[in-house]
């Protein structure tokens, strides 16, 4: 029965997130279990292909990206895929009327991926949108259930929210990025002499999308409230660790939270929600 195949799809999705994303992982475990697997879908689809454009260095890129473009629109329209990721994705995209846009946005910024780049302000612009503002959304179709009233009154938050991420992704991996892929993202930074000044304009852009993120997440149902805030205070954690460190060592490292930390602000989270200290 095709509910077997569903269940391990699922199982997969689960898998690749909890292999590749310890912090998301924790947070999705406080989210309602209703939004398990929808979130886990959403995860491993984006994981998947992320992980062509940077990590499969040995293999046509273009070609696998091509390829799993069209394997989500097969699956998609025939609301299967031979690949579980695939159908574990579809499932929750019909479940939740997630939309091509947001879909469609996200892989046209993964494709840019595929060449190296140096982004001005539109391409920076719109490669954050594809890239993190749009799976924001995604996740925000899931947690809003069919109330298109409250995604649209949560919508700037939650990309918001989506945004600081990735930019506090791109300052945690600058070496990778620049050094091993050849991609500058910030536009207008000359990264062979990245200044503290320059990192504080960034810092600040990140600092503002945080606190209008916030609001939002105050508003979003308690079913879905928890986990977010906890990924929320996760980024917050290594976003304070990224603005301690001097801008030349973050050109030379890979900042981190250890794993037991993020057991201890799990625990945090749990206690501020409970008491209203967001």
Same mark, same amino acid.
């Given at each position: 029965?095709?509910?077997?195949?569903?269940?391990?799809?699922?199982?997969?999705?689960?898998?690749?997130?909890?292999?590749?994303?310890?912090?998301?992982?924790?947070?999705?475990?406080?989210?309602?279990?209703?939004?398990?697997?929808?979130?886990?879908?959403?995860?491993?689809?984006?994981?998947?292909?992320?992980?062509?454009?940077?990590?499969?260095?040995?293999?046509?890129?273009?070609?696998?990206?091509?390829?799993?473009?069209?394997?989500?629109?097969?699956?998609?329209?025939?609301?299967?895929?031979?690949?579980?990721?695939?159908?574990?994705?579809?499932?929750?995209?019909?479940?939740?009327?997630?939309?091509?846009?947001?879909?469609?946005?996200?892989?046209?910024?993964?494709? =840019?991926? %595929?060449? &190296?780049?140096?982004? !001005?302000?539109?391409?920076?612009?719109?490669?954050? @949108? /594809? #890239? $993190?503002?749009?799976?924001?959304?995604?996740?925000?179709?899931?947690? =809003?259930? %069919?109330? &298109?009233?409250?995604? !649209?009154?949560?919508?700037?938050?939650?990309?918001? @929210? /989506? #945004? $600081?991420?990735?930019?506090?992704?791109?300052?945690?991996?600058?070496?990778?990025?620049?050094?091993?892929?050849?991609?500058?993202?910030?536009?207008?930074?000359?990264?062979?002499?990245? #200044?503290?000044?320059?990192?504080?304009?960034?810092?600040?852009?990140?600092?503002?999308?945080?606190?209008?993120?916030?609001?939002?997440?105050?508003?979003?149902?308690?079913?879905?409230?928890?986990?977010?805030?906890?990924?929320?205070?996760?980024?917050?954690?290594?976003?304070?660790?990224?603005?301690?460190?001097?801008?030349?060592?973050?050109?030379?490292?890979?900042?981190?939270?250890?794993?037991?930390?993020?057991?201890?602000?799990?625990?945090?989270?749990?206690?501020?929600?409970?008491?209203?200290?967001?």
């Amino acid at each position: 029965m095709k509910q077997i195949f569903d269940h391990v799809s699922a199982s997969c999705s689960k898998l690749t997130t909890r292999r590749y994303s310890t912090s998301f992982s924790l947070g999705i475990r406080f989210l309602s279990k209703k939004f398990h697997d929808p979130i886990y879908g959403v995860y491993g689809f984006v994981r998947l292909a992320d992980e062509i454009v940077d990590s499969f260095h040995d293999y046509d890129k273009v070609y696998l990206m091509k390829k799993f473009r069209a394997d989500t629109v097969d699956a998609l329209e025939n609301k299967i895929s031979l690949n579980p990721i695939l159908n574990s994705f579809q499932q929750t995209v019909h479940s939740y009327g997630i939309e091509w846009e947001l879909i469609d946005t996200f892989l046209i910024s993964m494709e =840019t991926d %595929l060449k &190296s780049t140096v982004h !001005d302000k539109e391409s920076y612009d719109r490669y954050i @949108l /594809g #890239s $993190a503002e749009v799976v924001g959304l995604m996740c925000l179709r899931i947690f =809003t259930e %069919l109330d &298109s009233n409250l995604y !649209d009154a949560l919508k700037p938050s939650a990309m918001k @929210l /989506g #945004s $600081a991420f990735q930019k506090i992704n791109f300052l945690r991996d600058l070496k990778a990025d620049y050094y091993d892929l050849g991609r500058t993202y910030f536009p207008e930074v000359d990264f062979e002499k990245f #200044s503290s000044a320059e990192k504080e304009i960034i810092q600040a852009d990140i600092e503002a999308e945080f606190n209008a993120a916030l609001e939002g997440i105050k508003e979003l149902p308690v079913s879905s409230r928890t986990g977010v805030y906890l990924a929320y205070i996760y980024y917050r954690k290594l976003f304070s660790k990224i603005k301690e460190t001097p801008a030349e060592k973050v050109m030379s490292t890979r900042i981190r939270i250890p794993d037991i930390n993020k057991v201890g602000l799990l625990f945090q989270s749990v206690i501020r929600l409970k008491l209203n200290l967001y």
